[in-house]
């Protein structure tokens, strides 16, 4: 009887030690994963909504860059993390969205192996032209394409990179027949827009902008929902007639999937705070991005059509990665 008794309170007592740690969590430091170098879009939104953050939850919360493979190394990090709380991360939609379902696949599946806390920033991909072009409108460029099948060049940023397949639903909204060249940064896809080394391209908004505003580059349209405040004279896809063409980088905060909800539901009201604070809206704005912060679940459900939109445009253009 005292044998039985003994393991009946020792049971009892595994039992509520999880609970007790998630009652006083947090009380340690708390690893933010980056899975870019310092500098990178994603290292930025991480370093200015860091400090919120850590106020809120009352422990410092300390940035670990893990760069490699795209995204996907410092992603796989987050997923393999013990799910106590401890690490989180921020991912982007190459290595959420895109990157797992290309040929070479990732070592997680985001929608199994990943909790969704909120989306932290949408960024733009304005398709640009030189200037050189001559081109002042997409009817412009499109009548040039259909002239001349096959003689217009598209820059990206890799096979299976956002501007790529941009591109690709920009090629199948309009039956074009324009030419991939791939580079291996924005600023050689910049360079190469500038120099009508290619005659169009998607990139990232914070890319662009400079050139855009000196008029070394023209923006023909956006793909998101409402023209950008940052130039707004520039048509969005569903003005110019291709609502289908719907391409923007984002950039959304995880955890590990097994985290318990009372802390997912704590990790989750400093990040949207975050990102509702006056001051890191008005950083991040001045990054080119806008702000996020909206619900797990809205999260969730943007990350699962993101999977399905970016899986369809890879099988039916059957791209490859680099």
Known sequence: MIRRTTLGALLAALTVLPALAQDN??????????PFAAGGPSDIVARIIAPKMSATLGQPIVVDNRAGAGGVTGV??????????????????????????????????????????????????????????????????????????GSLNF????????????????????????VHISYRSGGA???????????????????????????????????????LSWIPDVPTMTEVGMPSVDASNWHGLIAAAQLPEPILVRLHAAAAGAFQDAEVRRLLDAQGAIPGGNSRAEFGAFLRRENEKWAEVIRANNIRAD
């Open 25 to 34: 969590w947090p009380n340690r430091p708390i690893r933010f994963v980056v």
């Open 76 to 149: 796989d990090v987050v997923a393999k993390a013990a799910p106590d709380g401890y690490t989180f991360g921020i991912g982007s939609a190459g290595a959420l969205a895109i990157s797992p379902n290309l040929d070479r696949g990732t070592p997680y599946n985001p929608l199994r192996d990943l909790a969704p806390i909120t989306l932290g920033v949408l960024v733009a991909e304005p398709l640009v032209v030189p200037a050189a072009t001559g081109f002042q409108t997409m009817q412009d460029l499109l009548a040039a394409a259909r002239a001349r099948p």
């Open 155 to 178: 820059g990206s940023t890799g096979s299976g990179s956002m501007p790529h397949l941009a591109a690709e639903q920009l090629r199948a909204a309009s039956g074009i027949d324009i």
């Open 189 to 227: 896809l910049a360079t190469a827009i500038l120099t009508n080394e290619v005659q169009l391209g998607f990139a990232d908004l914070p890319v662009l902008l400079s050139h855009i505003r000196a008029g070394s580059m023209r923006a023909l349209a956006v793909g998101t929902r409402e023209r």
